[in-house]
């Protein structure tokens, strides 16, 4: 598959596991981004890369962790998560911050019993 | 604060109809507005977008209204077919920043043959 890839598409995890979710870009961009999509709200911004530094962190809780080892690796690391974190987990990647299209991913699909 | 509102949450209509759908937003910063579409298990996908200095633009048959004035914008889509059921969500960011995007709720478009 091209484009942006995300793993896995769906994962179950009790509040006390720890479990990573991970990003590849095919598309040779230097920008990265988590976004967050629950139901019935709008996606929202969690993190953002830019040439592997995080340039933002939208007031997200630290049982969240993002990592960016390389441009074109993105990692969401999770852990004592609360059922309320239950979403789809986007990853997306474009050229450069300013870019005007973001490249999404098919999501991950979270669920914390 | 919700700075995107998007209307109506869900809209059904038959084969070549035209939806349309509506968003308004509050932080007159904003001059890039996108229109993204997303199909079930799929990541959102870039549709069509527009910046502040146009009334309106076309892509096939997916055209975008834009009022600054009034601080709103919406997608009307011509000739409406099946293949057009997806979800649309309208978003806005700040100068270059079109992939740090503030999105819309989202309108799940239903198109009944």
């Known amino acids: 598959e091209t484009g942006v890839t995300q793993t896995p598409r769906h994962l179950v995890m009790g509040m006390t596991n720890k479990k990573s979710l991970k990003c590849e870009q095919h598309?040779?961009?230097?920008?990265m981004y988590w976004y967050k999509q629950s139901a019935k709200k709008p996606l929202e911004l969690m993190f953002v890369?830019?040439?592997?530094?995080?340039?933002e962190n939208n007031s997200v809780p630290s049982r969240f962790s993002p990592e960016c080892p390389n441009s074109s690796h993105l990692f969401l690391h999770l852990h004592t998560l609360q059922p309320e974190d239950s979403a789809l987990y986007l990853c997306?990647?474009?050229?450069?911050?300013?870019?005007?299209?973001?490249?999404f991913g098919q999501g991950t699909r979270l669920t914390v019993v | 604060q919700q700075q995107v509102k998007q209307s109506p949450q869900s809209l059904i209509v038959q084969k070549g109809g035209i939806p349309i759908i509506n968003c308004a937003y509050e932080n007159t910063a904003f001059d890039y507005f996108p229109w993204y579409q997303q199909f079930p298990g799929k990541g959102p996908a870039l549709l069509i977008a527009?910046?502040?200095?146009?009334s309106e633009k076309k892509e096939g048959r997916f055209t975008i209204s834009f009022n600054k004035s009034a601080k709103q914008f919406s997608l009307h889509i011509m000739d409406s077919q099946p293949g057009d059921s997806a979800t649309y969500f309208c978003?806005?960011?700040?100068?270059?920043?079109?992939?740090?995007?503030?999105f819309g709720e989202g309108t799940q478009l239903t198109v009944n043959p």
């Open positions: 997306a990647s474009s050229q450069g911050q300013g870019a005007e299209e973001a490249f």
């Open positions: 978003a806005a960011s700040i100068g270059t920043s079109g992939s740090r995007l503030t």
């Open positions: 890369y830019s040439l592997e530094e995080r340039v």
């Open positions: 598309l040779g961009h230097n920008a």
């Open positions: 527009i910046r502040p200095d146009v």
